[in-house]
C-alpha cells in the first residue's frame, strides 16, 4: 500500500524520530546512554544524527545484553549536558515520532530537555490500526508492516525503525473513510491522546473522502454506520447424517503416520507413538460413548490425538464435538492453527464436505451494536471512556468477530465495556434489527457454531451452559486442560462482591456520579415518560418524578452505607493481620458470625439492604410502567419507540443486578447455605476488601450438571495422575467412573534431563537460613549455566527477597536477572528470556505452567519449593474439613499435581537438555516426598549437597560423566517436621 499523494497536508510536515537508550527505565535515577535522531519528511531523509552519553554509572549486565553497548564504549563519551544544545536544535519545534515516545520525552526532560513538541506514539498507532498482533513491541510492530530491523536496541536504529513503522502506517489510517477518522479523532482528543490531530489531518485528506475511492477498492474500509445495514445470510443448522457406523481406529492411525494426510498438511511432521496411542483411545471413546481421562506427556501432540478423531467423527454423523480450553492461548491456538490443519488433513481423505468449525466466547466479550449506536450518542464520561471509544470506532469499521480480546484495552477501558457489551437483560433477539440481518455478533457466533461440526469454547462458556443453554445442543465433550476444571468450577459457580459492585450500579441508575456528564437511567426515564405524548405515560409521570427524586436524594446514604460496610470488613481483616494471624481472608464461620465484629458489619448490612430494597422496587416499577405503554407494531423504528425499549432494557438489567447483589451479600452475612464456603478478603493489586463465596462440592455439580448429559466426554492434560493413579483427580471432577489412559512423554528424560536434589538444604520453615542457603544455590547455579535459568516460586515475598540479593550479585557475572511483575509481565519475561543470552527470570505463580522456551534459552530450572497450596485458603480449609486426613489427601495431591506441571517447563522439544535443581529438602526428606518424584517420568537422579549444584550442572549440560548416585535413606528425618511452605 502507498502513502497517497493528493493535496496530504502531511507532505508539507517534517518530522523527528527520536529514540533514546538509558542506564533503565525509571526517569528519576536511570540516565541516557545513547541519543539517535533522524529528521525526515514523507518522502525523504533530511538529517541524522546520533552519540554515546557518559552516564555518572556502570551500566547492568542487562542493558549490555539488550543493547551491545559496552561500558568500555562509553568512558569517552561526551556527558549528556555537553551535547544538551545539539539536542535541542536537532529536535527543534517539530513533531517527535517514537515507539512508547511518552519515555523518551519523559528522559529528555528529566534530563532538563523539556519539549513542547507534539508527540506521536508508533506504538499507540499500532494498537489502534494493528489491533489483531499479540503484542505491540517495535520489532513485533515493524515484522507486521514489513519494515527491516537493523541496529534493534540502538538507538539511531530504533530511531529509524519508528519513523519506517509510522510512513507504514499512513497508508493503513487512510483506507478510513473521513466520517470514522473524525469520530475516533474527536475520542482521542476527549482521552488526551496527542495523536488526536494526527486523525484529524488525515481526515481532511481528499483521499480518505468516497468520492476518490474506486468502487472496488480493496483497501477502503466502509463506516460503521452503513456496514451494518446489509443483511448478511444465515448458516443452516449442523443436521445429523443418519450414519451409525463408527470411525475406523486404523483410519486415523493410518492419517497421523508418515506418508499419511497429517504428515502431507504440518511441518517437520514425525511419527509420535504415543499420539497415535492417544488417538486410537478418544476415537474409541466416541464410538462407544465412553467417559474418559487421558493424561498426556509433554510432547504428546495431544491437540492433534483429538481434534483428528472429533473431526472425523461429527462428519461422519452430523454430531457436533465440543472442545473446551482453560485458557485463552490454547483456545486461540486451536482455532487458528491446529484446526485449520486438522480441515486441510480430512480434506485431502476425500471426504466431500468440509469440516465446519467454530469459536465461541461469553456473551460479554461480544459488542452490542445496539447498546454502541445508542450509548455512542452520549457524551464520554471520562478520559477512559473516550479511549474506550476511539478503539472501538475504528475496530468496528473492521472486526469480523466483534469480538472484545481483539481490542486489547486497558483495565480502566474495559470497565466502560459493560455498556456497549452483549448483555441477557439488555437484549431482546427478535426484535433487535442487527439480529434480524444476522450483523449481531453475539447471535452470528452462535449460528456458526450451531452450523459447525468442531466447536472451540472455554471452561467458563461450558459451565455457564449449565445453567443458561449458550452453546448449540451438543453431547460430545473434550475437556483440554482439564486439571483446571475443579478451579474453574469453583470460581464459575460462586460470586466476588466488592464496593465498586454498587458504586458501578448507581452511576448506571442516577446522575451526579463518575459519570456526572451523561444522565442515569431514572432520569432518561423520568424525562421520557414527562415527554411522551401517551396519556399513560403523562398520567404516571409526576408520581415517577417524585419517585426518582426521592431515590436520588437516598443515593448519598446508600454510597455511605456501602463504604462503611467494606470499611468494617477491611479493619476487621487488618486487626487480624496485627494479632498475628497468616493471611489476609477471614473464612465466615458460625464461630465468626457471633462475634462482635461480624455483628456490626450484619447490622450495617441490615441497613443497606433496606436502601437497596426500595431502589429496586423503584426500578421493577418503573419497567412496569414502560411496559403499561401501548404497543406501536408499525413504528418499531419510531425514535420514541427505541427509546422506550432501551431504557425498559436498562431497569430490567438493573433490577436483576440489584436482587443479585441483595441475594448474595445477604447469603453471606447473614443467610448462609450448608453447601457452600462465605469469607471475606482483601482481593487484587489494591488489596481492596471484598464478599466471596464458592461452593463446598463441585464434582457433584460438574456430574449432574454437566457429565451425566453427556454421551462422550474425554478429559485430558499433562498432569493428571499420582504415582501412576487418577483416582485424585477423578475424585475431584466427578469423573470417579470414567476409564483411564496414562500416555508417556515421548522425551527422554533419562538422557536429556538432571534431576538434582539437595540433600543439604534447611527447611523452608527455617526462615532466614533457607532463604540465604536458596540465594546461594541460585547464584552458584546460574553462574555455572551462564544464566540462561526459570526459577520458580511459591510466593511473591520470596520472590523478591531473592531478587534483591542475587540480582547485583550476578551482574559481577555479567548475568541479567528478572523477576515476575517487578521488571516486566510474564510474556515479556519469557519473550526476553529466549532472546537474550545470559538472563535469568524469576517467576511465581503463571511461570509454574504454560511457558515454553524450547532450545538453549533455558537449560536450568530450579523449584525453590514444594508447591503447597496457602493451607489458610478458606476454599482449601473447608474442603480439608470433609477428609479424614486433608494434607495427604489434598494438600500432597495438589502440589504434586502444580509439581509435574512445573517439572515440565525445561524439557519442550527433543533436543532440549537441561538441569532441575528441587531446592526443597522435603521432596527426599518427608515420606510424602515419594508422592513428587514417583510422578516424574525417568529421569537422572543425583541427591548430593547444594554446593555441589554448580559442579553437577556445568558437566551434564558439557556432556562429562557425573559422580555415582548417593546412598540416602528418607526416613532419617522427621516425617511431619516443615510441612507448609
Known sequence: MQLARSRSALADQTFIALDLETTGLNRSVDEVIEVGIIKFNTRDVLDSWSTLVRPSKTIGPEIQQLTGIDPADLRDAPRFDEIEHMVRERIGAHPVVGHNIAFDVGMLEAANVRLANRPIDTYRLSSLFLYRLPAYNLQRVAEALGVSLAGAHRALGDAEASRRVFLAMIPMIQRYSSTTLRQAARYAAGA?????????????????SPIFRAADDPDWLEPSETRFLARLQRPEPLRKTGVTTPVNPDDVVEAMTPGGVLGDVLDHFEKRPGQIEMAHAVTHALNQDQHLLVEAGTGTGKSMAYLLPAALHAINRGERVVISTDTRAL?????????????????????????????????????????????????????????????????LDETNTGDQAELRLDPQERSHWRYVGAEEDACVANQCPYNQKNQCFLYRARRSAENAHIVVSNHSLLLADTAHKVLPEFDRLIVDEAHHLEDEATK???????QRELETILDALASGGRRSSSRGTLDQTDQFLTASVEPVARKVAPEARERIHASTAGRARLLALNLELFGRVDRMLRDQRSGGAYGSSVRVTRSVRSRQDWLEIEQLWEQLDRGLYELESLVLWLVEQLERLPEVKDQAENPATLEREELWLELVSRGRELRELRQRLGAVVANPQDDTIYWVE????????????????????????????????????????IDGSFDFMA???????????????????????????????????????????LNESVIGLCRATKGRALVLFTSYASMRATYETIKPALALSNIAVYAQGIDANAKALVDRLKATERSVILGTASFWE??????????ALIITKLPFPVPSDPVFQARGELLENEFLELSVPKAVLKFKQGFGRLIRRTSDRGVVAVLDRRVIAKR???HFLQSLPPTT??????????????????GEPLPLHSDFFADEYDSYEGVWP
Open 941 to 958: 537422579q543425583r541427591i548430593a549437597s547444594r554446593r555441589d549444584l554448580p559442579e553437577y550442572a556445568r558437566a551434564w549440560l558439557a
Open 492 to 498: 464459575h459457580f460462586g460470586y466476588i462482591i466488592d
Open 850 to 859: 504454560g511457558v515454553d522456551v524450547p532450545g538453549d534459552a533455558l537449560s
Open 192 to 208: 488526551g491522546w496527542p495523536e488526536s490531530w494526527l486523525l484529524h489531518l488525515l481526515a481532511e485528506d481528499e483521499s480518505s
Open 682 to 721: 482483601q482481593h487484587g493489586q489494591q488489596r481492596a476488601p471484598t464478599f466471596q463465596a464458592a461452593p463446598l462440592y463441585v464434582d457433584e455439580l460438574l456430574q449432574d450438571r454437566l457429565f451425566n448429559n453427556m454421551r462422550t466426554v474425554v478429559a485430558t492434560s499433562a498432569t493428571l495422575s
Open 928 to 930: 510424602y516426598g515419594a
Open 331 to 395: 483456545q486461540e491456538q486451536l482455532y487458528q492453527k491446529d484446526v485449520p490443519d486438522v480441515q486441510t488433513a480430512v480434506d485431502r481423505l476425500g471426504i466431500p464436505e468440509h469440516v465446519r468449525a467454530s469459536v465461541l466466547k461469553g456473551r460479554n466479550n461480544y459488542i452490542c451494536l445496539r447498546r454502541w449506536f445508542t450509548h455512542e450518542r452520549r457524551e464520554a464520561g471520562d478520559q477512559s471512556e473516550a479511549s474506550m471509544r476511539a478503539k472501538v470506532t475504528l475496530w
Open 731 to 773: 475424585s475431584r471432577i466427578g469423573m470417579r467412573d470414567a476409564d483411564v489412559v496414562a500416555i508417556g512423554s515421548p522425551f527422554d528424560h533419562e538422557a536429556s534431563t538432571l534431576l538434582f536434589l539437595a540433600d543439604d538444604m534447611p527447611f523452608p520453615s527455617d526462615g532466614s537460613a533457607y532463604q540465604q542457603a
